[in-house]
């Protein structure tokens, strides 16, 4: 399948406010792989497909992921988590992705987890900084990721984690090994 076919398939999964958010994940990718040296090409298409089942309902994704034996973990976890999981498996099964780190970036975009590579940090860090979003911090990620991919990765990571314990809700393992492996990194 081409590019111009994935996405005409993909946007069809989606409300067309979710299709320009993930316009604006595919530019902010090419951008952020073209400054930290990963293939834009490759972050391009796991943008493309990050998003691809967060439309499905929700009891849909509840049996694709017992039905494809996937991380059955995430049952336990917020249903935001889902559909990155389903991502992961569809980029392959109905797209034929073969390229295991487009698959991960896909599989990560939501949660994080510790040993990002550089394409999964900068799915992640796209999806939480491209154009559209309008929260409070954005534009203090906005800023970070033009010096640091990480320190914006990191950044994004805590104000994530703040939300979710300010509104009483289950932080992803995955998602706090995230932030400590960042720290550890960057020696902090």
Known sequence: MDKN???TSVSEQMPLRRWIHTQGVMSTSRKLAEKYGEDPERAELAAIIHDVAKYWPIEQQRQYIIDHQLDNELLQ???ELWHAEIGYHVAWAQYGVEDAGIRDAIRYHTSGRAGMST??????????????????GVEEARRLAD?????????????????LVEKQRIIYPGTLAARNDLIHIMNL
């Open 5 to 7: 076919q994935m996405m």
């Open 77 to 79: 976890y917020n249903k």
């Open 147 to 163: 010096q640091s991919l990480e320190e914006a990765v990191l950044f994004g990571l805590n104000a994530t984690i703040i939300l």
């Open 119 to 136: 394409i999964e940090k900068i799915v992640w860090l796209a999806d939480y900084i491209e154009p559209n979003r309008d929260f409070p």
